[in-house]
């Protein structure tokens, strides 16, 4: 079928918003696809973005063809909460500005619709923004078929947003999760069914709720999970503006990369301390000084200082100075809250009073700010550095003029009173500090956000919620992002980025429509045997993601003391030589290829010679479990290429400061990760590099041995699952 972009509705937003050929393409295929294809709750179009990457952008441009196309009104399934149906709903109502003036189109919210609407209305298209919950969608139900049954002949488009249920498996009452699901989703069938004409659009940005289905899941012969499948899927487009987990764990490892100075780890013992109030651990009157809350004093100075270089940089260019955000998320509760908001307000005043003072000790923490800041500031180029002296003056004027203002966000009331007539969270003043917990959430719109304080606990962290979590993505200048900077704990940090690769892996197979096929799911039992494992029994916060080539590693550690462990090292040193003597089954490249169960006793002995620094981990039944996978496929047998390295110095820390997490070198193609890769086609490959340890490279002064696990280029993408829901 043809569509056309000339039509009313489309080419209003068109000359609104400038779309580029690749959102229209989207746009165009999704309504095509629509309208040719019959789709339902169980088999629904699917439209597949990032979070905060345009989605919402992307399906009203879909309602403005559909309308154009044929269907008369839109049924915009939201999450459940009244700040969202208000952002939603300002949305529509500007988007569709011109239409709604010209009288060809009416947006309500169905739980506050006018009374007694007449024929003159409802001949106009229409949108109702109903909230996924019981009473929203019994309301709709009664609005189609009794109260203005005309409207049950009309063609009808549903687009259910934020369309997951991954949520689903990890609540504690899982059953009644499910039941709940089913229930709303029995409703919307019985509301699509008994119209004439239907259509049904999910939009998501969590690929794995395909998998994470409540319904019994299917182990196919290949032991790979498929999805349940949309009728289609369009993928957004994602905007040359996008900032997601690509540049906060992928792009971060790159040393002199502005993204490696966006993370700054945070203690447990400082997040415990943000939990609720202990004032024999925090003094108030030490709060600019008390090493126990040294990141969270980091971060609102490093907020202050980023918001005032950020805004002298636009006077230099003749832009108008913006307005910035800052997000303290770490608990749900509103006692955190209230002990937070006490905490940050003490924080303010101190701040303010020493500002008056222009004293040595704000100096000193503008200047430990400024110097962090103009790290990743000094890799554009393009960017003006302001001078310290400068910023000194800005730093002090800003708070003088209390430019700096603190508020909670954790109930419906508060966040409505807040919302700018956008929907957005309202910016009062330049630099605003905005403490919460769900609300904060999902949805709601926080501009100009360049500090992320987080520190929600990741036992039973989901990944939908993780990803939601993650307000530092979406659409943001490059220039906000050299001031930016994310805080959280190494442990929850590694969750984020396997969540991340977990969602990189499933979006990949959707691009390349490799879902097709499904994807590998398997857990350890407690007999150490490797079953596959239902998706949505998976726990996020212990998962692996195996994928062709991947490496594992540990980082972060120190070595054992030399008296303790010179013994085992001597030890591994005899193991590698007896295995590569007696038990090489194959040499190619130097490599040896050499029985699995040798290599499970190295990995085992080296294991005991390295200490985990605080929020690392290195778990040897994980290691073992992933190279029981890897090797047991292979019907030749569990083998495991060697790649053995000496005479190593690497630094314990990095160029960034940063643990080292690369010592495994290319060597423009003849270093040992070349060659892992090279060998490793249908075996797995281990490198072992021996390095020296010296004290001047911050180690303990004696040799150990750095593991680094290369998984098979013939592997399928696997989620390995260390804990599974019970």
Known sequence: MNINTNGRFFTSLQNKNSYDEASRTCMVNTVRKLVEQDTDIDHPGMLLGKIQSGKTRTFIGVMGLAYDHGFDAVILLTKGTNALVRQTYARLTSEFEERIDEDDLRVYD?????????????????????????????????????????????????????????????????????THLRVLATKI????????????????????????????????????????????????????????????????????HFASYLYHEVSEKELDAMKKMDRRKIKMDQLLTQKSIANIRSAVMNFVVGSVIRRMQQVKTGQRQEKYAMIIHTERGKQAHAWQKELIRNMEDKLFAEAHQAS????????????????????????????FESVWEGVLEALKEEYLISTVVNSEKDVHDLLDKRGELQLRAPMNIFIGGQLLDRGVTIRNMIGFFYGRNPKSF??????????????????????????????????????????????????????DQGVVFVQREENSEILPCSPNKIMLSSLTMIQPHKRMLPVGFQTGYKTHIQKTVREIDDTIKSVVKQQAKAKREGAYLVPAKAVREIFSLIHSTLEMEEGREFHLE??????????RENERGAYVWLVIRAKRQIQRLNGSGQFENSPDTPGRGQGELSVARRVAEDYPALILLRQEGKKEHGWRGTPFWWPVLVAQAHTKPTVFANKTVK
């Open 110 to 178: 169905i739980m506050a619709m006018p009374e007694a609407l007449r024929k003159y209305e409802l001949s106009q298209k229409l949108a109702f923004i109903v909230k996924k919950e019981t009473k929203n969608l019994d309301r709709i139900k009664e609005t189609f078929f009794e109260t203005y049954p005309d409207l049950a002949h009309r063609r009808v488009l549903f687009i259910d947003d934020e369309a997951d249920y991954a949520s689903v498996a990890y609540e504690h009452k899982k059953d009644q999760n499910v």
């Open 189 to 256: 069938n019985e509301l699509r069914e008994n119209l004439t004409a239907s259509s049904f659009l999910q939009v998501t940005a969590t690929p794995y709720s395909l998998y994470l289905q409540p319904d019994d899941m299917t182990i196919h012969e290949n032991k790979v999970y498929q999805p349940v499948r949309p009728a289609f899927t369009e993928l957004v487009p994602v905007h040359d503006r996008y900032v997601g987990g690509e540049t906060y764990f992928d792009q971060a490892e790159n040393a002199g």
């Open 360 to 387: 040595a000790l704000l100096r000193e923490l503008t200047e430990s700010s400024y110097a962090d800041l103009m790290q990743s500031v000094a890799t554009f180029e393009e960017l003006q550095q302001p001078d």
């Open 462 to 515: 989901q990944q939908d919620t993780v990803l939601q979590h993650s307000r530092m993505y979406g659409a943001r200048p490059l220039e906000d992002m050299a001031v930016t900077r994310f805080y959280t704990s190494q442990r929850i940090y590694s969750v984020m980025k396997q969540i991340h690769e977990f969602d990189t892996e499933l979006r990949r197979a959707f691009e390349r429509g490799g879902h």
């Open 622 to 631: 994980e290691y073992e479990s992933v190279l029981d996978y890897l090797t």
